[in-house]
Every structure is written in structure tokens, then in C-alpha cells.
């Protein structure tokens, strides 16, 4: 039996072994995507191929923990109703060893292009990298081509998460880095063929302007156009907090400007973070059919407190965000659920129009476990709203502060722990609500916000306040249950 077989193997024995404790987990999730076993990080390779949907992503299939990651692999006709396919890659081969890490897929000559970085350690822990690249006829079986491109002198061997693209008849490549003296890059390679790669340099990194000093590490670059402005998204490790900003231990956000392909430069502007919750790291977009920009993000963030999550004694951890897309509007990066997302409604909306003056109530037919509400023509002249979820989570705008923020009880020590972000005036919020996740958008999509919490499963409560006149008109769906 060769490596990759026996990492299949096992894989799928932890499946089998541990799926009736996963299965009864409560908090296990309704329509988002999650690991059958183990633990899921990163989207990796998003992409409609052949007119469906693929989703891979890293996963870690023996433990609830980090280590030799495989790609595991979903595969969707309508971004809603997900099949787990078989294990696209396994750490078998010398280059990969310590781990199939993130990257990213192609359409080329109607094969899929995989491209990954393959990580290496050796006994005393020092790590190489190379990034691979993996072709497949029909989504599903790859026929690995090794190793492409290689690490250029000036950086470490943090060097992952190729993303891949073609734009004026040329080849492009962004990978995630730390340069020789610890600062984060985006390094930018080209390529005639797809298989032989060359370094064009550092396109944006900690240390250059008008980033400055910007951390030790860059992860998951994903460099696209979208309504005429070239996005660069990426996630930075080693920001400080300011204020509101920066208040996980790290980040995912983007810049915007342009990029030249021709002079291989890219000019840009200050750094946005893409989601101001507690719970978004290492988003990839892709261009689909009906050309939308659409974005996945893992909901969870490296080393905070990923071992401290009740789900671990279910055999599992960590799930996707709701799929996204992504438009420019009034100069800033809006995300919406992708109207896909609305075939999980069930039946016909439960419809109130709200007045509340400093009280606290809940209202009929709108509770749950996985929920979707939608509050319009919001009016809070002054004082606060609030609306609270299972007794655990809460959203509450300030008007005098023009804050809204996001509440959870930590799942750590009980303590009620919160992120906030600046909303001059708030008009709509569009909430999803699924067991042990919720994702905020504000605003149509302005300001989004995204969490793991954990209610108690007994509590489907939802509770609307308000410390003045508050007033707004909501809808209410039960939504479907498709994992």
C-alpha cells in the first residue's frame, strides 16, 4: 500500500470511527460547512470547474489539532447543498510531507490547476517549502506534478498559500511570506506555462508604504479586479490593536489600488479589515459563471484559543463562513450571503413591525436554532437597541456612539468578551444564526461581523431591546438543515 493510500485509509477510518459522537454533537452545525472529523482550517481552491462548485479546504482528519494537513473536498451545484468527495490530497510524497498547506485553483485547457504549498520539516524542526501544483481532469483525482516554483533569496521559509491567475496572456502568482528580516510580504511570481515560475519581487509588505510597520507575516494573498479596482486581500500576523481595529490575535482584511502587469508593480492604499467579529481568517475569493466575486473565509483564527472549544470532545472543530459576494459600493468592500442561500428558507416569513421604548422583549414565532432575520428601516434616534441570541450572543448599536458592537460569553472562563466597529447610522442587519455560529451583516453588507458561540441548547430565545424609541420592521425564517 503506498503513503497516499494509507493516509486515505486512515482518514477515512476516523470518519467512521468517531461519526455517531461527531453526529450527536449539538452544537454541530445546520448550512455551514464543516470537517466530518477532526479539524478544518483554510478555503483552498475555490473554484467552478465544469460548472460546479469546489471547495477545498485544510484539513486534519486524526486530531483536533494543527499538524501534516490533507486537502479535503466539497463539491456544490448551488453553493447551499454540499457533497463531502473523496481526499483531493494527501502529505505522501518528500515535498510535502509535514502537509498539503493552502492554495489555490485554475480552470486551464478544461483541467483544474491545484496549486499548494508543500511543507517540509526536518528533525529538528526547521521547516522548507515548495509550492506544487496538482492536475485534474475531472475535479476529483489529481495527478501531482511537484514541486513549480521555489524559495527565492530574501525571504524565510514561511513562504505559502499560492493564489494564481492569468491576466494579459501572462501568468501571475501572489504567495503569502516573511522576508529575511521578520516582516510580511505578498511576493509576486510569473509564468509563460504554469510550470516553470519566476520571481518578480515583493508586491506589498510590512516595512514599505503606506503599510509601514505592518507585522511579521502575510498569509493568503488573493489579488483580483472587481469593479475596476485591483483588491489584494491578505491576512498579516503580528498587528497590534488600535482601538476598535486589530483585536484578534490576527487579522484578514484588504487594500485597494492598481496593479501593473506589465511593470509587475502594484500601488495601494491603507489596510480595511473584512470582518469585524471575533471569528474570520484566511478568506479566498473566486470568479464564478455569472461573474461574481465570491469569498469564503474560515471562521475561526489561528492560536486563539482553538483548543478551548467545546466541540473538541465531539472530535471536531471549526466550520466555513457562509459563502459571500463581494461588490465595491460608496467606496468601500460590501459582502452579502449569495442569493443562493435563500432556498434554505423554510415556509413563509414570520413578519413584525417593531416598536420598542426602553423594554426588552421577545416577539411571536421568532426563535430558533438556525435562523435567518432581517431588520429594515431601523430607527434608533437615540439611546441603543439590542437583539439577543440563545441567552448568549448580542448585537447592540449605540446611536450617541455610532457603534455597533458584537457580544458573545467567551467559551474560555463565561466572561462576556466584545468587538465593535464605527456605523455612523444604522439603516438594516441581515443575521444568520446556526447552532454555534452567527454572521452580521450591517447595512447591506457594509460592516459584516462573524462569531463562534455556544448558547445553551436549551435556550432558542431571541430578544429585541431598546434603552429609547426604537423602531423597525423584521422577517424571520426558520432555515433548512443540510448537513
Keep these: 500500500m503506498s503513503k497516499d493510500q494509507e493516509l486515505r485509509k486512515s482518514a477515512y477510518e476516523e470518519i467512521e470511527k468517531h461519526q455517531s459522537l461527531v453526529e450527536s454533537d449539538p452544537y454541530r452545525l445546520h448550512y455551514h460547512i464543516m470537517p466530518p472529523v477532526g479539524l478544518l482550517n483554510d478555503p483552498n481552491g475555490f473554484i ?12 486534519m482528519p486524526y486530531k483536533t489539532d494543527h499538524g501534516a494537513k490533507l486537502w479535503g473536498h466539497y463539491s456544490s451545484e448551488d453553493l447551499v447543498h454540499w ?18 498547506y493552502s492554495g489555490s485553483a485554475i480552470e486551464h485547457d478544461g483541467k483544474l490547476y491545484a496549486f499548494y504549498t508543500g511543507n517540509v520539516k526536518d528533525e529538528k524542526g526547521n521547516r522548507e517549502s515548495y509550492q506544487c501544483l496538482a492536475v485534474s481532469e475531472d475535479g476529483i483525482h489529481f495527478d501531482k506534478k511537484g514541486p513549480v516554483a521555489h524559495l527565492p533569496d530574501g525571504y524565510t521559509a514561511h513562504f505559502r498559500d499560492p493564489k494564481v491567475w492569468k491576466q494579459n496572456g501572462r501568468w501571475f502568482m501572489v ?11 505578498v ?8 510550470m516553470d515560475w519566476t520571481h518578480a519581487g515583493i508586491l506589498a509588505g510590512a516595512g514599505q508604504e503606506p503599510l509601514g510597520e505592518f507585522g511579521y507575516m502575510f498569509e493568503c494573498p488573493d489579488l483580483f479586479e472587481l469593479d475596476g479596482r485591483d483588491v489584494l486581500v491578505f491576512s498579516p500576523q503580528g498587528l497590534e490593536a488600535e482601538g476598535m481595529n486589530y483585536q484578534n490575535v490576527y487579522q484578514a482584511g484588504y487594500v485597494t489600488g492598481t496593479f501593473d502587469p506589465g511593470q509587475e508593480t502594484y500601488e495601494h492604499g491603507a489596510f480595511t479589515e473584512l470582518d469585524h467579529g471575533f471569528d474570520f481568517y484566511a478568506p479566498q475569493t473566486t470568479l464564478d459563471e455569472k ?16 483548543q478551548d472549544h467545546p466541540t473538541i470532545a465531539y472530535k471536531w472543530l471549526h466550520n466555513m463562513t457562509l459563502p459571500r459576494e463581494l461588490t465595491w ?19 413563509e416569513a414570520v413578519e413584525h413591525q417593531v416598536t420598542l421604548n426602553q423594554e426588552s422583549r421577545s416577539l411571536d414565532g421568532v426563535d430558533g436554532k438556525a435562523v435567518e432575520l432581517m431588520l429594515s428601516d431601523i430607527d434608533v434616534a437615540e ?12 448585537i447592540l448599536y449605540s446611536r450617541g456612539q455610532q457603534v455597533l458592537t458584537l457580544e458573545r460569553q467567551s467559551y474560555v472562563d463565561g466572561t462576556v468578551e466584545k468587538r465593535q466597529v464605527e456605523v455612523p447610522q444604522l439603516d438594516s442587519l441581515r443575521i ?5 455560529s452567527i454572521e452580521v451583516f450591517a447595512n447591506d453588507g457594509a460592516c459584516v461581523m462573524t462569531a463562534r458561540f455556544y448558547p445553551s441548547v436549551q435556550d432558542t430565545g431571541i430578544r429585541f431591546s431598546s434603552s429609547a424609541a426604537v423602531s423597525f420592521y423584521l422577517r424571520k425564517w426558520n432555515l433548512a438543515k443540510v448537513f
Design 83 to 100: 457533497t463531502h468527495e473523496e481526499i483531493a490530497l494527501t502529505p505522501s510524497e518528500w515535498f510535502e510531507k509535514n502537509g498539503c
Design 187 to 194: 511576493a509576486l511570481f510569473t509564468s509563460e506555462n504554469l
Design 383 to 394: 439611546g441603543c437597541m439590542s437583539v439577543a441570541i440563545g441567552g448568549n450572543a448580542r
Design 329 to 347: 459600493q460608496d467606496g468601500q468592500l460590501y459582502q452579502q450571503p449569495v442569493q443562493e442561500l435563500e432556498a434554505l428558507r423554510q415556509g
Design 175 to 185: 504567495i503569502g511570506a516573511q522576508t529575511e528580516d521578520e516582516k510580511g510580504a
Design 291 to 306: 461573474g461574481r466575486r465570491l469569498l469564503f473565509g474560515w471562521m475561526s483564527v489561528p492560536d486563539q484559543n482553538e
Design 48 to 59: 467552478q470547474f465544469q460548472g460546479t462548485y469546489h471547495l477545498f479546504y485544510q484539513w
Design 432 to 436: 444568520y444564526v446556526d447552532t454555534s
